[in-house]
């Protein structure tokens, strides 16, 4: 039984490094990056100049009332959850 509890914890620490390794990959059920750009754009931005996926969700660059501004989108719907001006 000890052997078994030690072989599904090296499985499960195998498994949670591998997931690691592919956080910055979009997931099988993320929205298309192209299709989060054309939400982004509806959302009053005139240009992305970045997209890319980190921490679980889309992260961007782009033109947003002529001021060059950072955003978050939501993986699954383009929503952006989060923007600041780009520092």
Avoid: C
């Amino acid at each position: 039984m000890k052997k078994l509890a030690s072989v599904a914890f090296a499985v499960a620490l195998s498994a949670g490094s591998l997931s690691l390794a592919r956080a910055d990959q979009p997931g099988p059920d993320w929205m298309p990056a192209q299709q989060v750009i054309e939400q982004v754009l509806r959302s009053g931005y005139t240009q992305v100049t970045e997209l890319k996926a980190d921490d679980g969700r889309w992260e961007g660059e782009g033109i947003k009332n002529g001021q060059k501004m950072d955003f978050h989108a939501d993986p699954k719907t383009g929503v952006i959850t989060f923007e600041k001006l780009d520092d």
